[in-house]
């Protein structure tokens, strides 16, 4: 064994940074340019700027730009982890890194099968950025699966998968699994339709609503809070001592909890139905040379 | 005149959401419903406590979808409906 306890070299001084420098670039530009509000109030994504387009203008929000911090701040993360990664070299960071490959190497082989062994770059992938998305409205910065866009870019993306893996067997094949009972066929459209929104409306509303619970929650305890004790001299009056606690305890149900539950119940569901969707006795039956892969 | 339609609009959008908010019954007799026969299912066989925790929340998860809906509508309601309704009656008015 090699020099393995935790010699800290440049490059993953280098890493850690760009792990947390968008983190920190994304407060800064949160706290120069939204404006000063009085009291608490509930809005969707900031508006950043306009870019002219024939259609309709282009924007830019508080979403993409959160997104693409926490796509930088993933990338350093990943990079960080796997650097200069050998065999027989036992560093924690090494461990963490092959426990996290290993584990979503293991779910997507338990949940979808050995024919979708591919998948679970992309499961985790998903995991990972929808998981870090929730986590950023602990640093005080907009999380972007509280804007519907967001959840319904990924719930596209899994309604392509879907699709795709609906026709590997020809479109007469797709097409008949929507008369499966033929009765049904209206049913069976509209459920297959609902699928992605259904998945993008679970995400949102599962974030959104922990942030509109927490804000209505500490803008009631700021205020029952000036009612019993505003009478008080000084600092003790003006100071909303209620609101200390109870929204902490909130906010580690609503952002911590509820976020990474969400998180692994979209890629439970691309999973399910991705695996759900594709017709392997059929397809089998009709590639026998693939079906020892 | 128009102070009292736009105060109706207003109002009728705050009452709106809360009927929709009824909703949260279901998933919640739902859920309620799916949580207590894991502990069920637990008791009986202490030893698949992993298993059934996964698919208790996965089930949860499903059965939320319908409050879920409720409440998009309700946050629509309370957002975004007024200011289009709004919007409306005042071209209608012609103002």
């Known amino acids: 064994m090699k020099k393995s306890n935790g010699q800290f070299k440049f490059v993953d001084c280098l890493l850690i940074l760009m792990m947390l420098l968008p983190i920190a670039a994304g407060i800064l530009l949160k706290v120069l340019t939204t404006p000063q509000k009085e009291g608490i109030v509930i809005e969707g994504a900031m508006i950043y700027c306009k870019i002219p387009f024939p259609v309709m203008p282009i924007l830019i929000t508080e979403t993409q730009v959160n997104s693409w911090l926490i796509i930088i701040s993933i990338i350093g993360l990943a990079l960080y982890l796997t650097h200069g990664i050998r065999a027989g070299v036992e560093t924690k960071r090494q461990y963490l890194a092959e426990w996290i490959v290993e584990s979503c190497q293991k779910m997507v082989g338990s949940n979808m099968g050995g024919y979708f062994a591919g998948f679970a770059p992309f499961i985790t992938a998903m995991l990972g950025l929808s998981a870090f998305s929730s986590l950023m409205s602990l640093t005080g910065l907009f999380p972007p699966t509280s804007d519907l866009n967001t959840t319904a870019g990924w719930a596209v993306l899994t309604f392509i998968l879907i699709t795709y893996y609906k026709m590997k067997c020809g479109p007469l094949v797709y097409l008949k699994s929507f008369a499966d009972p033929p009765a049904l066929t209206p049913l069976n459209i509209i459920s297959e339709v609902a699928t992605p929104i259904s998945m993008a409306f679970r995400h949102y509303g599962n974030v959104l609503s922990g942030s509109v619970i927490s804000v209505l929650v500490a803008a009631g305890l700021g205020g029952l809070s000036q009612t019993l004790l505003g009478k008080l001299p000084g600092f003790f009056g003006e100071f909303p001592f209620l609101r200390i606690g109870l929204p902490a305890v909130l906010s580690v149900y609503f952002d911590v909890f509820s976020g990474l539950l969400q998180a692994y119940i979209f890629a439970m569901l691309t999973m399910l139905y991705v695996a759900g969707a594709f017709p392997e006795e059929e397809y089998f039956k009709r590639h026998p040379k693939k079906g020892n892969a | ?95």
């Open chain 2, 1 to 95: 005149m128009l102070e009292l339609a736009i105060g109706i609009i207003l109002g009728a959008c705050a009452l709106g959401a809360g009927m929709a908010m009824i909703a949260g019954i279901g998933p919640g007799i739902g859920e309620g419903n799916a949580v207590a026969k894991a502990c069920e299912a637990i008791g009986r066989q202490p030893e698949c406590r992993s298993q059934v925790t996964t698919t208790m929340l996965m089930g949860c998860a499903v059965a939320e979808t319908t409050g879920l809906y409720a409440l998009v509508i309700a946050i629509l309601l309370i957002f975004v409906a007024p200011g289009r309704l709004v919007d409306i009656l005042l071209n209608a008015v012609g103002k």
